[in-house]
């Protein structure tokens, strides 16, 4: 029996997907590239990074968010926020445009797989040639459907720095850590970003499917996005946190062991008295982070075939791309169930 025989239930998409990821290993590392660039890449360098305390995060920010609470703008604060918002901006683009090649190259080789083919909602489709304007096209619909997300932390991030603003200066629980202490004091914060940042991935992943394999516009890229999510909801759901939960699972506890490594390492620099313990928890240390980033890449990568396989069956069970849904078609996909 051929993988693609699987049923067309989420359980059967996500099966699929993986089935088809664990094969393509080059989706691996494209997927893992993707996920360092838009973002990952400050989860795995945690282990690393030396993390300001409060204290000390307190004698930096105090002065500037009391400038801030008291309607007053410090020239160094215009300064510092100019700089990171041009940084920003940068790595939003050409990161951005970076991401979006990868992310449409590996949806290409998903949907190349042998048992994928026959599934494509069109008995011959033809896939854009110009691959920059696809990677353009992608990132502008990245962009676009992350709109509400960006909107959300633009009003949400007024509320949290005021709510630091206060655990800095009169803090009521010293014991938590500050990060810990913000989030629990703006919750409908947390879940509103947590809400748009999800509809934004679902819409998204869509739109670039839709881009990629069929060759449609942006907006009408987005436009079947939404309503794939309207009409389905459920299974779009599924199809998000499933995953998504996975790559929390495997990013977590990669993190602090890698974390635990480096934690090794410095104490073996510290002494310096056993030049065999330095070397041994060096090759510990790495050995955790490649491994972690190996799970992290496959995770990823099935994470976004998830949505590769669930378009080639879009023609029958989803919205069509050139036809109602469920219409017959003389071609096989309308005689698979």
Known sequence: MSRASGSVTPG??????????????ATWVMALAVFLIRGG???????????????????????????????SL???ILVVATAIA????????VGGWIAATLEAEAVRVVASDED???????????????RRLVATQVLIARLVAYLPLAVALSIGSVRIVFVTYRELTSPFDVES??????????PEVVVTLVVTWM???????????????????????????????????????????VPTVALLLVTGPSVLAAGAGWDSVRSALATRTDPAAIVLTTFLFVGLWVVGLLLIGVVSA??????TVAATRTGTFEASVDRRPGDWRNTPTSERL
Do not use: C, K, M
Not at 119 to 130: C, F, N, R
């Open 302 to 307: 099935w994470r976004a075939a998830v949505w």
């Open 86 to 93: 041009l940084g920003s901006l940068i790595w939003l683009v």
């Open 12 to 25: 059967g998409v996500l099966g699929q997907a993986l089935l088809v990821t664990l094969v393509t290993p």
């Open 199 to 241: 509809l934004g991935e679902i819409v998204g992943a869509g739109a670039v499917r839709r881009i990629t394999l069929g060759g449609v516009g942006v907006a009408r890229a987005l436009l079947d996005s939404v309503v794939v999510l309207v009409r389905h909801p459920l299974s779009s759901l599924v199809r998000f946190w």
């Open 177 to 186: 850590p500050i990060v810990l202490r913000v989030l629990l004091a703006s």
């Open 41 to 71: 890449i400050l989860l795995v360098a945690l282990p690393i990074l030396v993390l300001p305390t409060p204290v000390g995060l307190g004698n930096v920010l105090s002065p500037a968010l009391s400038s801030i609470a008291f309607g």
């Open 74 to 76: 410090p020239i160094e």
């Open 116 to 130: 994928l083919v026959p599934l494509l909602a069109s008995s011959a489709p033809v896939w854009p040639t110009d």
